[in-house]
């Protein structure tokens, strides 16, 4: 539309021009020059896509007004002169906006009236339209480049965060897969192996066994199914469900009772209020060192889990005792839990250490930020 409303204005401006006052006569034929314009104005079609080849071909019929004064495509010069300010780099807009300028003083030149009269109306007309129009337009044409320029940058760096973050997300979620998988599977294991070693001695007692190894495989699935369910969606609403709470640690120290641990569990200190992404490191602090310690120190070693609020610390401490582990029961590790916990607690600004005590054993030590402490009603009604 704007090609074809440009070509029809400058054919209407050639067939009514009046020829008779202009400084040099001549010109093309009639048809001619109505093709050499419709030429121009079907090339701005296609100025978006190479707006510098449009400008050429325009600018050479306008140009034709040094062998043909009566032709003055104005109208399709400066819409190929906006398309390259706005597509090209700096100094090819500069080049173009001084070819149009050219073009716009041999129209000037053409027009230009005979003897002294209308010399300051001419003046000021041709500085207007032959001047400060391209000019406003050239310049109008470079704040939108510069403005889409700014657009694309922001939309590269939207989609460079947006990339970073999901990358840090799978990062983060490999973790959650791999303390669930880990501390489930490793109950699972333990258990069987404890059913086979009764098996031959007290057949009754395999079904209880039986009955947890079925839980903690229910619940694994459960929790590897959240988490893809994690994976594969855009939102976030999937992932705070599948985030376990403070309110859950006992659940999870009821699992590792049930598998054989002989865990004690002491709070010390009001309780106060967790950050989200704080209230889920302190209960992977808890379960990786619970399947630390029945890897290495076996099902029958003593834990002691303490949780000490030092307001504005939480600290966390889980001791086992010195055990023994299952003979010929192997290890299942990946060698990243505790490198893992560590990166986790870091990065919600706590800090984790770890010991092997000299007299055996180990422990696993992780100091927490507290966001807030609860008021009197909310602790009465942890309480």
């Known amino acids: 539309m704007i090609a074809a409303a440009a070509g029809a204005f400058d054919v209407t401006t050639y067939l009514s021009a009046d020829t008779s006052g202009l400084r040099h006569g001549g010109g093309f034929p009639v048809p001619v020059g109505v093709t050499l314009i419709i030429i121009g104005a079907g090339a701005l079609v296609f100025r978006r896509r190479w707006p510098t080849a449009v400008f050429v071909v325009v600018w050479c ?23 390259v300010a706005v597509a090209a780099n700096r100094y090819v807009a500069v080049f173009a906006l001084i070819a149009s300028i050219g073009v716009m003083g041999v129209t000037a030149v053409n027009t230009g009236p005979i003897g002294t009269t209308h010399w300051v ?14 000019g406003a337009i050239w310049s109008f044409g470079r704040f939108r480049h510069r403005s889409l320029g700014r657009i694309r940058a922001l939309d590269q760096e939207h989609r460079l965060a947006l990339e970073t973050a999901r990358r840090d997300e799978r990062l983060r979620l490999s973790h959650e897969l791999h303390d669930i998988v880990s501390h489930t599977v490793n109950v699972m294991t333990l258990q069987a192996a404890g059913a086979r070693a009764i ?8 079904e209880p066994t039986l009955e947890v190894i079925e839980r903690a495989g229910v619940q694994a699935m ?12 855009d939102g976030g609403d999937q992932e705070q469900a599948s985030q376990p709470l403070l309110a859950d640690l006992p659940g999870l120290l009821e699992t590792a009772r049930s598998s054989g641990q002989r865990v004690e569990f002491v709070i010390n200190g009001p309780p106060g209020e967790l950050d989200p992404s704080v209230e889920l490191a302190c209960y992977r602090v808890v379960q990786e060192a619970l399947t630390n310690a029945r890897k290495y120190a076996g099902p029958s070693a003593n834990v002691a889990v303490g949780m000490e609020w030092v307001p504005p610390q939480l600290v966390i401490t889980v001791r086992n005792e010195p055990g023994s582990p299952i003979p010929g029961q192997p290890v299942l590790s990946t060698g990243n839990g505790l490198a893992g916990l560590g990166e986790r607690v870091r990065l919600v600004g706590g800090q984790l250490e770890t010991e092997s005590l000299p007299e055996g054993g180990f422990v696993v030590r992780a100091v927490l930020p507290v966001a807030s402490m609860r008021t009197d009603a909310a602790q009465r009604a942890v309480h």
């Open 61 to 83: 019929v306008g140009f034709s007004a040094v062998i043909a004064p009566d032709m003055q495509p104005i109208a399709i010069v400066l819409v190929a002169l906006y398309g």
């Open 121 to 134: 109306s001419w003046l000021l007309g041709t500085i207007v339209a032959d001047i400060l129009l391209p």
């Open 199 to 206: 098996m031959g001695q007290d057949p009754s007692r395999v």
């Open 222 to 233: 459960n929790e590897l199914q959240r988490l893809l369910g994690v994976l594969r969606a």
